[in-house]
């Protein structure tokens, strides 16, 4: 089998890229081999500069699914801020405000890192160079080589522009679309989120956890990528829909528990206040004399020291149940969302791997006539 060198300017592709056309690989050093009919030198496994950006895909999906579940939240929270009232109020904005900070953060930072994150290739590695060829004492690089890009896309070199070219638009459609799913899934967990804990402290409860669950499971996707490692299989939803919905379902609960010890904290600050006004007048009417009235006003106060809400009734009780189940659903819910967009966007990486293999094969006899024989 034999191979072509490849020379600077070369189109490259990746399985990550969503800009849409191949870029051109680059020399950042002093070349001594030049090809003579390309007036380009000739690469090695050092040259692994990149023309412009791929838009990288994860980039794109991470900060701009961040964004999307930190606006939905922003705003139910604005929603909650208008219908209470007092401090509860204060609670809301606050989440909203921290709530669209982060969006806004996470929008800019999308930016910056779709732009940048090519950068990550001078970091890759060349595999399938020349076994024993070297240019300028590095191993020459060959047609069949391929980079796998620290971010977990696999970069390749296509001889043919058109080849190229119509590999770098599918594989752009199919990252598009695991994008779009990317960003609707989450846009829907923000609002079965924002709806399993609409209130000011469920609000205040639920949205760290959120972004930390987001955060937490979209790094253990990209390492798993980066390895090669299944994502999730659908037997596993079962138990770990479960699993989810009763260790992590404190969205409704935990909101349910906060709200349930506030309301039992005014409630008991507001039945001491009365007994003792009933014990002060209870020593007033004694002072006076009047015997009757001291020991209905103390009766009254006893009965009120027996109207103390039980604290576990308080926590444990229809309020506790009810965030308890709205939380168990909607954890279960997120949960079965998110799988079923891993799902469609794992058949779409697959489909751009594809297409970059099928670019290869397609491109495996084509040469800018200095080729390699059998190389090692």
Not at 124 to 137: N, Q, R, Y
């Amino acid at each position: 089998m034999s191979y072509s060198y490849v020379h600077e300017g070369a189109n490259v592709i990746c399985t990550n890229m969503t800009n849409g056309k191949p870029l051109q690989i680059g020399i950042s050093r002093v070349s001594t081999v030049i090809l003579a009919s390309k007036k380009a030198p000739l690469l090695n496994i050092d040259d692994r500069k990149i023309s412009d950006t791929f838009s990288c895909k994860v980039a794109s999906k991470f900060w701009g699914g961040l964004q999307i579940l930190t606006a939905v939240i922003a705003v139910a929270a604005l929603a909650v801020a208008t219908v209470a009232t007092g401090g509860l109020a204060l609670v809301a904005a606050g989440v909203m405000l921290a709530a669209a900070g982060t969006s806004i953060v996470a929008g800019v930072t999308g930016l910056y890192k779709i732009g940048h994150d090519c950068d990550a290739t001078l970091n890759g590695t060349w595999m399938l160079p020349h076994g024993g060829v070297k240019i300028d004492k590095k191993q020459a690089l060959l047609s069949q080589s391929l980079m796998n890009c620290p971010k977990g896309g696999v970069v390749s070199i296509i001889i043919d522009p058109v080849i190229a070219m119509a590999a770098a638009k599918e594989i752009t459609s199919n990252n598009n679309a695991e994008i779009a799913a990317h960003l609707t899934s989450q846009a829907i967990i923000g609002v079965i989120t924002a709806a399993t804990a609409f209130t000011p402290i469920g609000l205040l409860v639920a949205a760290p956890i959120a972004v930390y669950g987001y955060i937490d499971g979209e790094n253990s996707k990209e390492e798993a990528a980066k390895k090669n490692l299944p994502i999730w299989r659908w037997s596993d939803v079962g138990d770990a829909a479960k699993t989810e919905g009763l260790m992590n379902q404190p969205l409704g609960v935990s909101g349910a528990m906060v709200e349930s010890g506030v309301k039992l904290t005014i409630e008991n600050k507001a039945i001491t206040q009365e007994i003792a006004e009933h014990n002060l007048q209870a020593a007033l009417l004694r002072a006076e004399g009047n015997v009757a009235g001291a020991e209905a006003a103390e009766l009254t106060a006893m009965r009120l020291t027996r109207m103390y809400p039980s604290t576990r009734n308080a926590f444990i009780g229809p309020e506790f149940w009810k965030g308890f189940f709205k939380g168990l659903g909607g954890a279960v819910a997120n949960y079965l969302i998110d799988r079923g967009s891993d799902s469609y966007e794992l058949a779409k990486a697959k489909s751009s791997l594809l297409a970059s293999d099928n670019a290869n094969n397609q491109d495996i006899d084509n040469n800018i006539s200095v080729i390699a024989n059998n190389p090692k």
